[in-house]
Structures are given as C-alpha cells and as structure tokens.
C-alpha cells in the first residue's frame, strides 16, 4: 500500500557559518499523519520544523512539501497554506480573537463576511465559546489562548500543520487536557502534523511516529513502540526506563482486545476437544441471555467437561473499553490474574484482555 | 483684583491681535509636528531593520537636539531668510529624536513571538509592518509625537525672534517693555495651546487604537 507523502526532507542541513545545526537530516511524513521531533535543546528539532515553511531557510539538500520543493515555491503561499502554532502562542493583542483566527483570511483578502463565519466556525471546533470572538487575548487564560492559535492555524483549511511545542508554556494539566483535544480534533480533521516537542511523554501520546535527534542528526526514527525496542544507548537514557508503560498508555486496549473467547452455554458441557479452548486457561459460562455468568478454570472441570453451579467462579471487576494498555496491565496486576473482562456500561461484555497479548505487542507479533 | 480686571481689560483690547498671533502660532506648531512625524517614522521604521546602522542616524539626531534652539534658527537664518520657514524647520528638527528613537524603541519592542507567527502564517514584510509592528509600536510612537507637541508648542515662542510672528512676538514685546500683561497675553494662550495638543492627540491615539483593531 502506497500512501501519499506531505512532507518530505532529503539530506537538509543548515549551517550557521561553521556550526552544523542541522546535520543531513532524512524523512518523510505522510498524509494524516502526526509526526513527533524530539531531542534535548539546541538538538536542531525546532530549526528542522521552521525550514520546513522556510522562516528558516535551509543550506542544503530538499524539502519538498506535497511533491514540491519548496525552493520553487512563493514563500508566502507556502507559509499560507500550511498552519503554523508556536509555543508563545503569539496572538496579536491589538486584535479581537475573531480578527485573531481570521488573520491568515485577512491576509490573502478574503471577504469580511466569509472571516466572520470561519471565525465562528472554528472557535468551536476547538471548545471555546462564541462570545469569546469579541475578547481580546489578554482576557483569555493560557490554555484558551492556544485553543485559539490552533484555531487561526486551521483557518485557512491547509492539509499541514507545523507545531513548535504548542502546549510547552501551559500547566501540565492544561497540557493534558490540550494534547486530549488535539487527539480529538485529529480524528476529525486528518490533518499532517508535524510536532515538536521536548516531552517524551507528549511524543508517546501524540505521534505515529517519532524522530528523534541528536545534535543536527536524526538517531532514531520509527513509532513509539519501534523507539522504546530501540538499542542506541542515546536513545535509551533521553527516553527513559518507564518508556514502555508510558507508550502502553498511548495504545487503546481494544488493540489486545479478544472477542474470540472459549465459551460454554449454562447447563451444557464444556467440549474438551474444541480447538478453542487451545491457549486458555478459562472457559466462560454464558447464561441463557447471552451474558456471562463467570468462568471455570479448565483444570477444574471433570474430565467429561461437566460441571456443577457452585463450580462457577464470578467474574472478576471488569474494566471498560476505553482505557488504556497500561491500564489493563494495571488492572491485571492488582487483580493477581493474567487476564481482564472488559465489559462495555451500554453493550455488555465486550472480551477479554490476556496478559499474552500485551506483552505480544512489545514483541511485535501483534499490532 | 483690580489687577486682574486690569489685565482682562488689556486683554480684551488686544484681542484680535492674540488671535491672529495664535492662530499663526498653532498652524506653525502643527506644520512642525506633522513634517517632523512624517520623516521621522518612517526613517524610524527603516533604520529598526538596521539597528546598527541606525544608532549613527539617531546619534546625529541627538546631536542636532542639544543645538539652543536660538543657536539653530540664527544658523538657519542666512540660508532660509526670516518667517516661518527657518521656525518650521528648527521644529522639525527638534521632532527628530523623541519621534526617530520611540519609533524604533517601538518596533524592536514588538513581541517577537507575535512577529513569527504573523510571518509564519504568511505575512508580507508590508502585511507584517501594518497589522502588527506598527499597531502594537503605536503607544510608544504616539508617547513621544505628544512629547514633541507639546515641546513644539513652546520652540515656536523663539521663533518670533526670525520674524516668525506667533505668540512669541507678545511675549518678546513684554519682556523688552518689561509689561507683564503683554508677556501673559502671549504665555496663557501658549500654554492652554501645548495642553490642547496634548490632550487631542490622546484622542487621535484612542481613535487610531480602535481603528486598527477593528480592520
């Protein structure tokens, strides 16, 4: 499957005079997808993102933004057509927040009325009120105000989106809260995002990919769970030891989620022989209206497969499906189990979670 | 008292003179401010690209600001001859350093994040200079076009001794008849015009405030 490519650098360095602040750096960032840069500061990740709309311009090799390079086009209309936030937000105080989110329209003459409307548009798309459109930013808190940078990004519609640590200057809560919305807002939109960030925790979050870099080089590059298998010795120290539960937060349990469970309907026997009941160490029992009455260690069954009621251990507190791995893992571990029910509040039993299958997703056999 | 109604008397006999005389006073001061803005701000905006470049510029404008205003109309006279042109002149000049040194001040104390942004989203240098350094340098900019009104205001007086004829020829005429009414008639228009200033052109500021937040 081929798919099509929005960003893409060749060999990009720049230089100022000596110093190589970007040193050869390759990748390509397909369409719809969000791209994470990280490194320690001063490591060329935000210089990388700027040569990219070319507020920096690069000294050498290709950029090509939507199969063009970019050294053949208006900087102007390419800055316009990609959205730009920046962690200093940069709203401009002389203006209301409607002019704020319209300014890009402002910029390439549209008429008043179609600002006005794309304007009120967007204000909602990123949860703020409409009445805030005739504020100025200085009456808006931090957080809002970045709700509103992202809205004037997305004002003119482009398929890019460039962010140089946009929620770095908010408190961690708003932050999460910042990064949640984005997710949000992702699925909806589809936009290519390319992210900077110094947060390894916000790269597990919100990239499909991360690229990480090291004075001027991309070291490692591939998605999160590619990142924390990674060997490199940089690799391992920037990101941490608790990497890997922090990119299990990041994957929705439905992913180990098993539907296919071995079941047995109340009152009947369990057939031994049957091919499902391979890899289990349960079989759960299933009541007349389709929901579970509780399970029954294998090794606990006669060796006809009957069984009596009192045999018939409850299900454990089940979890929902919207949680997470780690979660799940979590779950597991307090429960002493290897398993988890997950049980849905409107549609009943959903599956069941094995330990097995977490652990198959770091050894890739699973995705 | 009687002293007062004295001087109200004298006043009134004089009138139509002080009229005249402010009224050319005043347009002489606007001329001076408005000339001076206008060179100054843009060479202002020009030399905030170049800093270096352009503490020289705002150097020699220092320089030509400590010169006594008497000094500068009596070096201006033998090129431009007497009246108002030698006077305008002098006030423009004066305009120079407060206008040149706050618009810079102004434009480099944009907010730099304000700046990349409005330029990443696609802003022409020309886009960038109306809608966001020159709105967000207009309080330090209009700050000093109010200094120098008023200053303006009161260097006009001097200019009375080229021929000018503004309200300095009053009070000029007072001091050497040693007449206080005659030196008050010029003084109290004088100052009521350099309040006036003032106070009109934090009107103009509020004006301009909302006009360009709201283009």
Known sequence: ?367 | MEGVIGFFQYFWDIREMVFVLTVRHAWMALAGVALGTLTAVPIGILISRKPRAGNVVIDLAGMLYTIPSLALLGFLLPFMGLGWLPTITALVIYSWLPVLRNTVTGILGVDPAAKEAAKGMGATPYQLLINVELPMALPVIMAAIRTVAVLTVGITVMGALVGARGLGELIFQGISMMNNWTILAGTIPVSIMALLFDYLLGRLERRLKVVTSSA
């Not at chain 1, 709309?53 to 090509?64: A, D, E, F, T, V």
């Not at chain 1, 198959?360 to 995705?367: F, H, I, K, S, Y």
Request: with cysteine; proline share 5%.
């Open chain 1, 1 to 367: 499957m081929t798919r099509e490519i929005s960003v893409e650098l060749q060999k990009v360095s720049k230089l100022y005079g000596q110093d190589k602040v970007v040193d050869e750096v390759s990748f390509t960032v397909e369409k719809g997808e969000v791209f994470v840069m990280i490194g320690p500061s001063g490591c060329g990740k935000t210089t990388t993102l700027k040569m990219i709309n070319q507020l920096i311009p690069h000294s050498s090799g290709n950029i090509l933004v939507n199969g063009t390079d970019v050294a053949e086009l208006d900087v102007v209309e390419l800055r316009r057509s990609i959205g730009y936030v920046i962690q200093y937000i940069g709203l401009l105080p002389h203006l209301t927040i409607q002019e704020n989110i319209a300014f890009v329209l402002k910029l390439t003459k549209h008429p008043k009325k179609m600002q006005k409307d794309r304007a009120e548009e967007l204000i909602e798309t990123v949860g703020l009120p409409l009445n805030y459109l005739n504020r100025y930013p200085r009456e808006l808190s931090g957080g809002q105000q970045q709700r509103v940078g992202v809205a004037r990004a997305l004002a003119a519609n482009p398929d890019i989106l460039l962010m140089d640590e946009p929620f770095g200057a908010v408190d961690p809560l708003t932050r999460e809260q910042l990064q949640n919305e984005l997710l949000r807002l992702q699925e909806s939109i589809q936009k290519t995002i390319v992210f900077v960030t110094h947060d390894m925790q916000e790269a597990f979050k919100v990239g499909n990919r991360i690229g990480i870099l090291r004075q001027g080089k991309l070291v490692c590059l591939g998605t999160p769970m590619e990142i924390v298998k990674s060997d490199d010795e940089f690799v391992k120290n920037f990101i941490g030891q608790g990497a890997l539960f922090e990119v299990f937060d990041t994957i929705p349990v439905t992913r180990v989620l098993q539907k296919d469970f071995p079941t047995a309907r109340y009152d009947q026997k369990v057939d031994l022989q049957a091919e499902e009941l391979e890899d289990w160490e349960n079989v759960f029992i299933i009541d007349s209206d389709d929901s579970c009455k509780g399970y029954i260690p294998l090794s606990s069954l006669n060796s006809d497969g009957s069984y009596t009621a009192d045999q018939i251990i409850p299900l454990p507190k089940a979890s929902s499906p919207d949680i997470s791995v780690k979660l799940a893992v979590q779950e597991m571990l307090w429960g002493g189990r290897t398993w988890l029910p997950i049980v849905d509040e409107k549609s009943g039993f959903k599956g069941i979670v094995q330990f097995r299958s977490c652990a198959g997703l770091v050894a890739g056999d699973r995705r």
